[in-house]
């Protein structure tokens, strides 16, 4: 069983186009964390959200913590070629655990 | 600054043969370490992580196993290759000490044959 579930799995969208990936568990995370990664590399970290209810925003990424710090969301605006990669988000149970990741694809 | 330097970035081995992965992190003390395997395009499967010299928890029954002989050092082994060993390999850091946020090397692209 999975501790933190990641939706959806695979998204394919246009370069322009809103979207948001969810990553939700049943558990209760003391903090949340994004991570971007592009093949071949090991993942880097985007942002930590550790209040509920919290929103952070990079650039045309805004990222939320859900109230009751179960979930959290990562909404991309106006998405570019270049955010395409793999979007895992983590969180800490005594050790670092990672949802299964969402891989994003974004065409030109 | 801390860095993280894993090695090597490729191998192939054939089934059978011996394995040792290495993972060094500099400008920090004590970090807590982690050996992830991955899956292609998947998520990060927890295989072992330390949180000082000699202490080791395995996440998975497998036959791999990890040592950490030096406080930044963190080695990933196996005596003898399965085919399904094949994947991606990620070693990280982090503070610990209530740190939670994760950096991770370049990763280890292992093709056992």
């Known amino acids: 069983t999975q501790l933190l579930e990641q939706s959806p799995q695979f998204l394919s969208i246009q370069e322009g186009e809103n979207l948001t990936v969810y990553c939700n568990s049943s558990s209760v995370f003391s903090s949340l964390q994004w991570y971007r990664q592009e093949p071949g590399e090991g993942p880097v970290l985007l942002v930590t959200?550790?209040?509920?209810?919290e929103v952070k925003k990079l650039k045309r990424l805004t990222f939320q913590f859900g109230d009751a710090r179960k979930d959290s969301s990562l909404h991309i605006t106006a998405a570019q070629p270049g955010d395409t990669g793999l979007y895992l988000c983590a969180g800490p149970k005594g050790k670092l655990i990672f949802g299964q990741g969402t891989t994003l694809q974004v065409k030109p | 600054s801390q860095t993280i330097h894993q090695w090597p970035a490729t191998l192939v081995q054939p089934v059978g043969s011996p394995l040792s992965l290495e993972c060094t992190v500099e400008?920090?003390?004590?970090?807590?370490l982690y050996w992830y395997r991955q899956a292609a395009g998947r998520g990060l499967q927890l295989l072992f992580y330390s949180v000082g010299i000699g202490q080791i928890s395995s996440e998975v029954p497998q036959n791999l196993s990890a040592s950490r002989p030096q406080d930044r050092q963190f080695i990933l082994s196996s005596k003898k290759l399965l085919l399904s060993d094949s994947g991606f390999y990620l070693c990280?850091?982090?503070?610990?000490?209530?740190?939670?946020?994760?950096?991770f090397g370049q990763g280890t692209r292992l093709t056992v044959v």
């Open positions: 990280a850091w982090n503070p610990g000490r209530g740190g939670t946020e994760a950096f």
């Open positions: 959200v550790v209040t509920g209810g």
């Open positions: 400008g920090t003390s004590n970090p807590n």
